[in-house]
């Protein structure tokens, strides 16, 4: 049996920063739970631009095709700001989620009891959350023609269309109950069925879909209630599944019920490779924070919870995922905090290296 295959692309800013302790916990599985990955890296964003003048060259979209998950660290920085737009960093992203297909964007928003106090909500409002956002990510009005901004009667037009097909509406719904059944088998689908023709279809395709998953409770809220209720009663919901307009808003509003940006990972999933895997990237939610940047500043914990996440979803590892987010639990229980992390009361933060130090050691307790 060859080990399954990992691309890592660390990227710019701190993305190489946080990769480093992600690298260290991945080498950790293979020595300590002999779970081992074949592990490549390559550039991506303005490190590929730097390279290669193109933000993802063929060659490393190629490899990303082949791998069973690519880890992804973070694109962009000040450097790159007036390139051109064909060239930006954040296109070499968006062309390996568009060439891989993947169509379901995975959003946890999961509060550690130890940084409940950090919401902007009530502790006793998030303690405890775990809710799971699955939001369509290759459709709808951010690719949908007509687009454009023309001229009418002598004023600027600025068009984009919302568009989706029913086959794009059920890959995502099926992704999204079958997350549901591993969970508490609960869905709540999303979208403004009241005022969008896409909403009613959406909502009927989602309903046609759950007659295959009869165990999971589906509810339908329209998107505008959906963001009141998430601020309201969070803990109400288990998976949201939306579009990718909705998505892009309720996974951000839902992301900050949690606290710091240094905590979210994401994976994006797609369809079955041969081998039955799903084709997968998995990337913490933050950019490349060039304000810290080269500092020991950033925080590791939204990477290495990506990881935990590819071991999951593409690895089939739910107990050794569960043993990550379990030691990461257990070091914020005893106050480890990266810069990100101090709350109003101070106290001295940790670095990058010494936030994977603790984690590493908290794995080695586990065992
Ligand atoms: P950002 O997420 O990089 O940073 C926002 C703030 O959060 C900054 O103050 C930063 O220091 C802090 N922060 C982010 N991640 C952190 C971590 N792991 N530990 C500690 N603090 C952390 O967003 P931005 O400043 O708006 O964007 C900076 C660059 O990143 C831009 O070029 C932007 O285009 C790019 N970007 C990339 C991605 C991506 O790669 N997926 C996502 C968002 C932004």
């Given amino acids: 049996m060859t080990n399954p295959s990992l ?4 990227g710019d800013g701190i993305g190489p920063e946080v990769m480093e302790q992600v690298k260290r916990v991945i080498t950790w599985y293979g020595d300590k739970r002999d779970l081992k990955f ?3 890296e390559d550039l991506v964003g303005g490190a590929a631009y730097d390279k290669h003048g193109v933000p993802l060259h063929d060659d490393t979209m190629a490899r990303a095709q082949e791998v069973d998950a690519v880890l992804l660290g973070a694109v962009g920085g000040p450097a790159y700001d ?3 737009f064909s060239v930006k960093p954040e296109r070499g992203l968006l062309r390996l989620r568009k060439e891989m297909d993947l169509f379901a964007n995975l959003r946890p928003a999961q509060c550690f009891d130890a940084l409940a106090d950090f919401s902007s909500l009530k502790q006793e409002l998030v303690a405890g959350l775990d809710i799971m956002i699955v939001r369509e990510l290759t459709s709808g009005v951010y690719f949908g023609e007509p687009r454009g901004i023309h001229m009418e009667d ?3 037009v600025g068009v984009n269309t919302q568009r989706y097909t029913e086959a794009e509406i059920e890959r995502g719904a099926r992704a999204a109950f079958e997350l549901a059944m591993k969970r508490d088998k609960k869905l709540c689908s999303m979208e403004k069925a009241n005022v969008m023709e896409s909403g009613i279809l959406w909502r009927d395709v989602v309903t046609e879909v759950s007659a295959d998953y009869p165990e999971v409770e589906l509810s339908h809220m329209y ?6 209720q998430l601020v309201r009663a969070p803990k109400q919901f288990d998976v949201i599944y939306t579009d990718n307009l909705f998505g892009d808003i309720l996974s ?3 992301a900050m019920l949690t606290g710091s940006l240094g905590m979210l990972p994401s994976a994006s999933l797609g369809l079955p490779m041969a081998n039955g895997r799903p084709k997968a990237m998995y990337e913490p939610v933050h950019g490349s924070a060039p304000d810290i940047t080269g500092q020991g500043k950033a925080n590791p914990i939204a990477c290495i919870l990506s990881f935990a996440m590819a071991l999951r979803y593409s690895f089939d590892e739910g107990a050794e995922a569960d043993r990550l987010e379990a030691a990461i639990e257990k070091v914020l229980a005893d106050g ?3 810069g990100d992390l101090m709350g109003p009361e101070g106290g001295t933060p940790i670095s990058t290296v010494e936030m994977g130090d603790v984690i590493l050691a908290a794995l ?3 065992l």
């Fill in 336 to 338: 480890a905090r990266t």
């Fill in 223 to 228: 998107a505008d209630n959906g963001a009141m």
């Fill in 154 to 156: 002598n004023l600027r």
């Fill in 7 to 10: 691309l890592i692309l660390a």
């Fill in 364 to 366: 080695d307790a586990s």
């Fill in 38 to 40: 074949d592990v490549s």
């Fill in 82 to 84: 007036d390139l051109d």
């Fill in 252 to 254: 951000d509003c839902a």
